[in-house]
């Protein structure tokens, strides 16, 4: 595919970070002027890793007896309905831990 912007490179496969929030995205690039272009799937895909960063949140541990207590801010309490000795299932993965409230 030629580029559309100097109308002389070739656009290729381009993986790039984003300065701001270091997510990475795929575009395509002009080997001649470097120009940036993103189709639609790779735009809704930039859009998709946007709106997880958002909904993530940062938590603190803090020591528990011999165990970790994680602070659950209130708005996710009142999202979820949780209260103090309401119980809920902890699951593992290779990317973490999951709390599902029963
Ligand atoms: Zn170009």
Redesign the pocket.
Known sequence: MK?P??K??ILEKYTGVMEEDGISYEALR?S??G?EIMTMPQLKELAKKYRKLRKAKEVTFAQWGNSLAVRIPNDVVQEYKLASGKRAVLTKDKQGIRIIPE
């Open positions: 580029c912007h100097c002389q490179g002009c001649q002027c120009e």
